[in-house]
């Protein structure tokens, strides 16, 4: 498939002013010119930015902007075809916004998102970003990668550059296939294992027969209950005697008097009346004891002053201090009597309280007398009776009904366990023959992942990087190898010869040098130049064969320095020869008098084509 680019619209970018325009498929050879720093390199580079969102120098987006432009935006535009269809890209950056326009025959195709804009971009250009870069622009310094790579690299650089990937994504898509298939027949493998053993391992009982459950007399279950009641009514008759038993011997050990008569409680009450008065009385006469001694205490009897030592007439006190000893004595003397009353009638009250208290417990002997006749049951007998027998018969009952319902639960425990046996054994059967049906079916599956893996391993060794792949790329790089030598043989006179050397998962070159091998970083830098142009001179017109995708542009960006006038003339005739390729060649001192020049002027650090 071929991209034609055609013509791109720039402002502002790298070291260029406004409204920059150059178009790419006017002429066959177009040589640019400048100065060196005027911004001839940057048109690859605003080109990859266009189209790919980046640059190969890796120059952010914040430093495309001209520093000296009053503008705050930058902006660009591609117009190219591929297929009979008309492509414009529209990018413009106004801060850290950027905002991107894609018309497939002014039809709008752009995205929300920036990223997946690009991706349509991508998708038609066909051409990832590091094989657009190289294919389109070539310095002496920056030299196509394809010469100086690993031969590793290399093959991958040409699996790519000749869309032969897609045999790869279908290897892998194919090995994914497989992994996904071999784990499948791993687990079912593992599957089978297992029910083999279980089908090896597993020994499957004979069923076992049921007894008969023997029944229980009823007629033992209801004498038992009948028994066990007439033995429980003896038992309450057994205590009711014993309850009897007691209260009879309770009433005979009671003695009291009948004819016992009611002590006087009116002359109790007399001589508690009194002996509370007399006791009263005596308080306040030790009262007043307690007073008349206070009283003689505190009198004074002196004769003579104690601080002056004169003599002082005591009479009056004497005689208060003799009538207050006579006082106190006249007190004392009644107290006494007082006391010997109390004593006398406490004594008589205490009497009177025996004989009340002598009474009391006489008749409350009487009433538990009388309590007692009426709760005893005169008719109860005081023996118990006979009960022998029917402990006797309940036992032997007892005994016979025990030995039918343990039989009977013997039985039924052993049909239980016959039953939880033969079902086990049932299930162990049921259980053989779905297993015996998932072997074979297992068996079957796996019969037929192990043919589909068969046929899988051999798609995947035919779509790896050794099969079809391997085959392709030896075609084409036979092809290559033949189209770079025409080229070479123009440019260096037969002097240079390629060779490619395939090995497995390298690619080898060779250069033939008068026809001697001589490693290629020995060539000088005009014969690499020849080289470099021959190959990339080369790629293109096998892809344009092959139906690759290719690009009509190409930048050679003073590779012209290298070369002495001979080679610059012959690289001109074999450009000039070229069809569908745009060549700029990008040179500050070399001008050919029949290419169209582009020239660019820098004043004040701003750029203009």
Same mark, same amino acid.
């Given at each position: 498939?071929?991209?034609?680019?055609?013509?791109?619209?720039?402002?502002?970018?790298?070291?260029?002013?406004?409204?920059?325009?150059?178009?790419?498929?006017?002429?066959?050879?177009?040589?640019?010119?400048?100065?060196?720093?005027?911004?001839?390199?940057?048109?690859?580079?605003?080109?990859?930015?266009?189209?790919?969102?980046?640059?190969?120098?890796?120059?952010?987006?914040?430093?495309?902007?001209?520093?000296?432009?009053?503008?705050?935006?930058?902006?660009?535009?591609?117009?190219?075809?591929?297929?009979?269809?008309?492509?414009?890209?529209?990018?413009?950056?106004?801060?850290?916004?950027?905002?991107?326009?894609?018309?497939?025959?002014?039809?709008?195709?752009?995205?929300?998102?920036?990223?997946?804009?690009?991706?349509?971009?991508?998708?038609?250009?066909?051409?990832?970003?590091?094989?657009?870069?190289?294919?389109?622009?070539?310095?002496?310094?920056?030299?196509?990668?394809?010469?100086?790579?690993?031969?590793?690299?290399?093959?991958?650089?040409?699996?790519?550059?000749?869309?032969?990937?897609?045999?790869?994504?279908?290897?892998?898509?194919?090995?994914?296939?497989?992994?996904?298939?071999?784990?499948?027949?791993?687990?079912?493998?593992?599957?089978?294992?297992?029910?083999?053993?279980?089908?090896?391992?597993?020994?499957?009982?004979?069923?076992?027969?049921?007894?008969?459950?023997?029944?229980?007399?009823?007629? +033992?279950?209801?004498? $038992? &209950?009948?028994? @066990?009641? *007439?033995?429980?009514? =003896?038992?309450? %008759?057994?205590?009711? #005697?014993? !309850?009897?038993?007691?209260?009879?011997?309770?009433?005979?050990? +009671?003695?009291?008097? $009948? &004819?016992?008569? @009611?002590? *006087?409680?009116?002359? =109790?009450?007399? %001589?508690?009346?009194? #002996?509370? !008065?007399?006791?009263?009385?005596?308080?306040?006469?030790?009262?007043?004891?307690?007073?008349?001694?206070?009283?003689?205490?505190?009198?004074?009897?002196?004769?003579?002053?104690?601080?002056?030592?004169?003599?002082?007439?005591?009479?009056?006190?004497?005689?208060?201090?003799?009538?207050?000893?006579?006082?106190?004595?006249?007190?004392?003397?009644?107290?006494?009597?007082?006391?010997?009353?109390?004593?006398?009638?406490?004594?008589?009250?205490?009497?009177?309280?025996?004989?009340?208290?002598?009474?009391?417990?006489?008749?409350?002997?009487?009433?538990?007398?009388?309590?007692?006749?009426?709760?005893?049951?005169?008719?109860?007998?005081?023996?118990?009776?006979?009960?022998?027998?029917?402990?006797?018969?309940?036992?032997?009952?007892?005994?016979?009904?025990?030995?039918?319902?343990?039989?009977?639960?013997?039985?039924?425990?052993?049909?239980?366990?016959?039953?939880?046996?033969?079902?086990?054994?049932?299930?162990?059967?049921?259980?053989?023959?779905?297993?015996?049906?998932?072997?074979?079916?297992?068996?079957?599956?796996?019969?037929?992942?192990?043919?589909?893996?068969?046929?899988?391993?051999?798609?995947?060794?035919?779509?790896?990087?050794?099969?079809?792949?391997?085959?392709?790329?030896?075609?084409?790089?036979?092809?290559?190898?033949?189209?770079?030598?025409?080229?070479?043989?123009?440019?260096?006179?037969?002097?240079?010869?390629?060779?490619?050397?395939?090995?497995?998962?390298?690619?080898?070159?060779?250069?033939?040098?008068?026809?001697?091998?001589?490693?290629?970083?020995?060539?000088?830098?005009?014969?690499?130049?020849?080289?470099?142009?021959?190959?990339?001179?080369?790629?293109?017109?096998?892809?344009?064969?092959?139906?690759?995708?290719?690009?009509?542009?190409?930048?050679?960006?003073?590779?012209?320095?290298?070369?002495?006038?001979?080679?610059?003339?012959?690289?001109?005739?074999?450009?000039?020869?070229?069809?569908?390729?745009?060549?700029?060649?990008?040179?500050?001192?070399?001008?050919?008098?029949?290419?169209?020049?582009?020239?660019?002027?820098?004043?004040?650090?701003?750029?203009?084509?």
């Amino acid at each position: 498939m071929s991209i034609i680019l055609k013509e791109l619209k720039f402002s502002n970018m790298f070291s260029y002013g406004e409204n920059n325009k150059i178009s790419f498929n006017k002429n066959r050879i177009t040589q640019l010119t400048a100065p060196n720093g005027s911004g001839k390199s940057s048109i690859a580079l605003i080109l990859q930015e266009v189209l790919y969102n980046k640059n190969i120098k890796g120059i952010k987006k914040g430093d495309i902007l001209n520093r000296h432009s009053t503008s705050k935006n930058w902006g660009a535009s591609l117009s190219f075809s591929s297929l009979n269809k008309e492509y414009v890209v529209e990018i413009k950056r106004t801060g850290a916004t950027t905002k991107v326009k894609f018309l497939e025959n002014e039809t709008d195709l752009s995205e929300h998102k920036v990223l997946d804009t690009y991706k349509k971009i991508n998708e038609i250009i066909g051409l990832d970003f590091e094989v657009f870069s190289q294919l389109t622009y070539q310095s002496s310094t920056d030299l196509l990668e394809f010469l100086k790579a690993t031969d590793t690299n290399r093959k991958k650089f040409l699996i790519n550059l000749f869309n032969l990937e897609k045999y790869i994504t279908i290897g892998e898509a194919i090995k994914v296939k497989l992994n996904s298939s071999d784990r499948e027949q791993l687990k079912l493998e593992g599957e089978l294992k297992g029910v083999v053993n279980f089908l090896e391992s597993t020994t499957i009982e004979e069923e076992k027969e049921t007894i008969k459950v023997p029944n229980i007399d009823d007629t +033992l279950r209801n004498s $038992v &209950a009948r028994l @066990e009641n *007439e033995l429980a009514d =003896y038992n309450d %008759l057994c205590k009711k #005697i014993d !309850k009897n038993n007691m209260l009879i011997d309770e009433r005979n050990s +009671l003695s009291f008097d $009948v &004819a016992m008569t @009611e002590p *006087e409680y009116k002359i =109790y009450d007399n %001589l508690q009346s009194e #002996i509370t !008065k007399i006791q009263t009385e005596i308080q306040s006469i030790d009262k007043d004891i307690a007073k008349g001694n206070k009283s003689l205490s505190d009198l004074d009897t002196a004769d003579t002053c104690y601080a002056c030592g004169q003599a002082l007439d005591n009479t009056h006190a004497v005689q208060m201090k003799e009538k207050l000893w006579n006082d106190i004595n006249d007190f004392t003397q009644h107290r006494n009597v007082a006391r010997e009353k109390l004593f006398e009638l406490k004594i008589q009250k205490n009497e009177i309280q025996s004989e009340i208290d002598v009474f009391l417990i006489n008749q409350k002997a009487a009433e538990r007398f009388e309590n007692l006749s009426q709760l005893i049951d005169f008719s109860l007998q005081t023996d118990y009776p006979d009960y022998s027998d029917i402990q006797n018969r309940l036992t032997i009952t007892k005994e016979e009904l025990n030995k039918q319902e343990k039989i009977y639960k013997e039985a039924t425990e052993h049909n239980e366990q016959v039953k939880i046996h033969n079902t086990k054994v049932e299930a162990l059967k049921e259980q053989k023959i779905q297993f015996t049906n998932r072997q074979k079916l297992l068996d079957n599956d796996i019969i037929i992942l192990q043919n589909k893996n068969k046929h899988l391993n051999i798609l995947k060794k035919a779509f790896s990087t050794t099969g079809i792949v391997a085959f392709k790329l030896e075609n084409l790089t036979k092809e290559l190898e033949e189209q770079i030598n025409q080229y070479l043989s123009e440019l260096s006179d037969g002097q240079f010869q390629v060779i490619f050397r395939l090995a497995g998962e390298k690619l080898n070159i060779v250069v033939i040098n008068n026809g001697i091998e001589t490693p290629i970083e020995t060539v000088s830098g005009g014969e690499f130049s020849r080289i470099q142009t021959s190959i990339l001179l080369a790629i293109r017109k096998v892809m344009s064969k092959i139906g690759g995708n290719h690009v009509n542009l190409l930048f050679l960006d003073e590779i012209t320095g290298v070369l002495d006038d001979e080679g610059k003339e012959k690289l001109i005739e074999v450009l000039r020869e070229e069809d569908g390729l745009n060549v700029f060649l990008i040179s500050h001192d070399f001008t050919h008098p029949l290419i169209d020049k582009i020239q660019i002027k820098k004043e004040n650090n701003v750029s203009t084509i």
